[in-house]
């Protein structure tokens, strides 16, 4: 059984940074990546990573890393210079098999997700 367990939201300051983790259990997979979803909007692709490869959405605009520990089975998101339209609930979400460009439809499990609430 699958279970993807989420830490590291919170409330920040605008400026500020935070780092989301999730570990995976169950299984390995291929491609972790995160999405977020603000009230009112679709959930959108913050950030994955495929093998070696990494996708970002395009507001990341290099204030965002996305990296993983293999042996712990783990994604990371490192998110520095918030701002308040960073604000949404952020979801980890794998795939079993290598993903050329990772879309919400591509990922198998899903997250509860943790809110990130940056302050002006």
């Known amino acids: 059984q699958v279970q993807l367990v989420e830490s590291g939201g919170g409330l920040v300051q605008a400026g500020g940074s935070l780092r989301l983790s999730c570990t995976a259990s169950?299984?390995?997979?291929?491609?972790m990546g995160w999405f977020r979803q603000a009230p009112g909007k679709e959930r959108e692709l913050v950030a994955a990573?495929?093998?070696?490869?990494?996708f970002y959405g395009d507001f990341v605009k290099g204030r965002f890393t996305i990296s993983r520990d293999n042996a712990k089975n783990t994604v990371y998101l490192q998110m520095n210079s918030l701002k308040s339209e960073d604000t949404a609930v952020y979801y980890c979400?794998?795939?079993?098999?290598?993903?050329?460009?990772?879309?919400?439809?591509?990922?198998?499990?899903w997250g509860q997700g943790t809110q990130v609430t940056v302050s002006t």
């Open positions: 990573i495929s093998w070696n490869s990494r």
């Open positions: 169950g299984r390995t997979f291929s491609t």
């Open positions: 979400a794998v795939h079993t098999a290598v993903l050329v460009q990772p879309t919400t439809s591509s990922f198998d499990y």
